[in-house]
């Protein structure tokens, strides 16, 4: 297991500069005042593919050398790592394929084939998706991008808490969205070196606690298809971002789906930016956890912005 150093930040960092946006941080004193905290949203739902995966794939795609590059990448994804990756591979003008359940929203699926990805379709399910993949990766040679079990991939993830702390002083804490852990394990890369006084807090849907299960156990626990509106975050972790988890995450918070879909909504109505459900769970963890945040200076990372405009999940409710 090549487990990714603070230097293969630092060389990511400036690896993906020519291709990413160093995004803002908004504050909402509405929210703040709602919380008893300040919050401090790193926005990127304003990243490039709306999604702050495109910092994972883009160093894993220039990071490959031209002989490596020639047969392109492939990978398995409900949706951002997916369009983030057909971007990179896009700019560097190689072919990107991608499996993607049937079930990902059509948002997704647009992106993809809009940055030239090829997508290959799979059950809504973890063994399905790899199953299908390993299908795909036979027939094609590509090199395997895996949407967060990759140093190279958590290395590009820890780039945005690198920006955080430095756009923000004096923070207390981090809250981020926990799926397979790609974020969550960038953040603790980057943070347990530069800033390790900052709490690590990863937020989970009740429906897809593995994570949080797989914290209090000790051990990694894997749900198969669970069943949640953040569609991002239904993958389970790996013994990479284990390893992060197990070593520097200070808790893991859930919240039920009623609570992420409030959650989104009430960003969307008082902060007028548009993000998905995955990315509504910190904000969703902090609205149920309020004394525990209360006086508090807490970044919050919004981690994307692809939605189906057409289903929106407080519609038809």
């Known amino acids: 297991m090549l487990i990714p150093n603070y230097d293969d930040m630092q060389a990511a960092h400036e690896r993906i500069k020519p291709y990413v946006h160093r995004t803002p941080v908004l504050t909402s004193s509405f929210l703040n005042e709602l919380t008893g905290a300040q919050l401090f949203f790193k926005c990127e739902n304003f990243q490039k593919a709306a999604a702050f995966k495109v910092r994972g794939a883009s160093n894993a795609v220039f990071g490959l050398s031209d002989e490596q590059a ?108 926990i799926g397979g852990g790609g974020m ?77 879909i409030d959650a989104m909504r009430l960003t969307w109505l008082r902060m007028k930016i548009v993000v998905e459900p995955s990315s509504a769970v910190p904000l969703a963890t902090i609205l149920k956890n309020k004394p525990r945040f209360a006086g508090k200076r807490v970044g919050v990372i919004i981690t994307g912005g692809n939605v189906d405009l057409d289903k929106l999940p407080w519609m038809n409710r």
Request: net charge negative.
């Open 184 to 260: 969550i394990s960038g953040t603790c890369l980057t943070l347990s070196h530069q800033a390790p006084d900052i709490q690590v807090i990863a937020a989970e849907p009740e429906q897809a606690d593995d994570a949080y299960r797989s914290f209090k156990a000790g051990h990694i626990i894997a749900d198969d298809a669970p069943v949640t509106v953040a569609d991002g975050l239904k993958v389970p972790l790996k013994d990479l971002t284990w390893h992060f988890v197990s070593t520097h995450v200070t808790d893991i918070l859930t919240a039920s789906e009623q609570d992420i």
């Open 70 to 177: 020639r047969q392109g990448v492939a990978t398995h994804s409900s949706g951002n790592h997916a369009l983030s990756l057909s971007y990179a591979a896009g700019r560097r003008g190689i072919p990107c394929h991608v499996v993607m359940p049937h079930t990902a929203p059509q948002a997704k699926k647009d992106a993809v084939i809009g940055y030239g990805g090829q997508i290959t379709e799979c059950e809504p399910s973890t063994s399905s998706r790899e199953a299908v993949f390993a299908e795909v990766h036979a027939r094609t040679g590509a090199d395997f991008v895996h949407p967060y079990n990759d140093a190279r991939v958590i290395a590009g993830q820890g780039t945005c808490s690198r920006e955080l702390v430095e756009q923000v002083e004096g923070l207390d804490a981090v809250v981020a969205p």
